[in-house]
């Protein structure tokens, strides 16, 4: 019984780390809310879009260009509501 258990456990995801999936969550909303400020600071005309998306990948070196202009796009679309 407890075998079956333990196999139905690692069938339903309970075998992944939640501390990994924690701290993706995390570092999800600190890039998103830095890139909803960029955004509003690009609405406003203190960056141009480029600065913006440059702050943004200085900030977070582990994303690429493309990577932190999809969160700046992402940022824009938030900052409108």
Known sequence: MAGLAAWIWTVLGG???LTDDQVDRAR???VGLFAYEQANLLRD????????VDAIAEQF??????????????GLYESLW
Do not use: C, I, V
Not at 45 to 52: C, D, I
Not at 61 to 74: D, F, I, Q, S, Y
């Open 45 to 52: 005309g203190k960056l141009s879009r480029a600065e913006a």
């Open 15 to 17: 075998g992944r780390n």
């Open 61 to 74: 070196p582990e994303l690429g260009r493309e990577e932190a202009a999809r969160a700046l796009n992402h």
């Open 28 to 30: 999800q909303r600190k």
